[in-house]
């Protein structure tokens, strides 16, 4: 295992939760925040006096202002980075820091949301895009759709390595087949290949199954430096490195769409926590939909560019998304936290569905989390080891 350098203070998770999740229609997205934060605040054991960090985006007109006072803390350091689904490893990057440079000392980041919920009552509807100012007005007039943007991108992977639909749907497949042994995950039951090609057309070549599920739901979670650790109810999970990087927010500014900005954020995390792709032996990556589990694998170095489509044919390779992730788990919308808190259980060895284990039975030393935001225009990457 790599060493820390001398002198440097280590970081480590120290709690993890998921609040109430898939269907909640009685449910305020406050309310999803505060069940998180409190379910990881007991997995932790530490008293919320020693909370003097938040890291929160996506609700209210003052994140993570609002989201402090309702849950009734008063942080000296405070994060709102709001990049889309990488938003969370991106947080737990600069929380990290700020620990390390003793900004905090303890750093909650907390997520919920009840997107599927607001659309059932009505109380929003679904939105093709992210709106139409700024570069983005110069897409929106042709219908350039959200779910367009990743469909296009994974047509030209198909043109240019070959990939195939079918090797685009394995991925939904194992997704579901991880999804159903976890009862937490919102949708169980099995699915094909063909279940997947058969399925009504989204966006070309997407159709429904290619594309993540919308549910509601939270999570939290909670670092602290090393020296909280010997009060900590579990052993520690440490952050050994991270890395971030912007690639684009116009396509036509995009220079190469087999390629996302995972591959600059995972070459700095590996590159920070001193280890390989091939050490980590468990990968959680962002699937909002199929094309950029395969195209995120291949960036974080698991296989060759190219190679992602071959990859889940493959018997001995890395496991990936062993909640179901958001193809078959859960999708409230910026997913990355969820990443953070399955790489987490499967380290300590308290996956509720599958959990990964060496050959000789022995849990797992090193998961790598890493989210995209936007149509692949940011990416954070987090790697994590087994105290």
Not at 229 to 255: N, Q, R, Y
Request: charged share 20%; with cysteine; net charge negative.
């Amino acid at each position: 295992m790599p060493t820390t350098p001398r002198g440097r203070r280590r970081v480590a998770v120290v709690g993890i939760s998921l609040s109430d999740g898939g269907r909640v229609d009685e449910a305020t997205p406050y309310a999803l925040h505060a069940q998180a934060a409190r379910r990881a605040l007991a997995d932790s054991g530490l008293d919320r006096s020693a909370i003097d960090g938040l890291a929160s985006a996506g609700l209210g007109a003052l994140a993570p202002v609002e989201v402090a006072e309702y849950l009734g803390l008063r942080p000296r350091w405070v994060d709102s980075t709001s990049v889309g689904g990488a938003t969370w490893e991106v947080m737990a990057a600069h929380a990290a820091d700020a620990i390390v440079a003793g900004h905090a000392n303890a750093v909650l980041l907390v997520y919920g949301s009840t997107a599927r919920a607001d659309i059932r009552a009505r109380r929003r509807t679904g939105n093709l895009s992210f709106g139409s100012r700024g570069p983005l007005q110069f897409e929106v007039p042709y219908g350039h759709s959200l779910v367009a943007k990743y469909a296009m991108a994974a047509r030209r992977h198909m043109h240019e390595y070959g990939t195939t639909l079918e090797q685009l749907a394995a991925v939904a497949v194992e997704a579901r087949a991880n999804a159903a042994h976890n009862p937490e995950a919102m949708f169980r039951e099995p699915i094909t290949v063909d279940d997947v090609l058969d399925g009504p057309m989204i966006a070309d070549p997407f159709t429904k199954l290619h594309c993540c599920i919308r549910s509601d739901g939270g999570c939290a979670v909670l670092l602290a430096a090393e020296e909280y650790v010997p009060d900590t109810a579990k052993a520690p999970v440490w952050i050994l490195g991270t890395g971030e990087h912007v690639s684009h927010t116009t396509m036509s500014e995009w220079a190469d769409f087999t390629v996302s900005p995972a591959a600059v954020s995972g070459r700095l995390a590996f590159e920070r926590a001193g280890v390989r792709p091939a050490d980590v032996e468990v990968a959680e990556v962002y699937d909002a939909f199929t094309y950029m589990t395969l195209v995120t694998l291949e960036d974080l170095g698991f296989c060759a560019k190219g190679e992602g489509g071959a990859f889940f044919a493959e018997e001995d390779r890395i496991p990936v998304n062993t909640d179901g992730g958001g193809l078959s788990a859960c999708h409230p919308g910026m997913r990355g936290l969820f990443l953070l808190v399955e790489a987490v259980r499967q380290l300590r060895g308290e996956a509720p569905g599958v959990q990964v284990r060496r050959p000789d039975g022995s849990l797992p030393e090193l998961a790598v989390a890493s989210g995209t935001g936007g149509w692949f225009c940011s990416s954070g990457t987090v790697v994590l080891a087994r105290g």
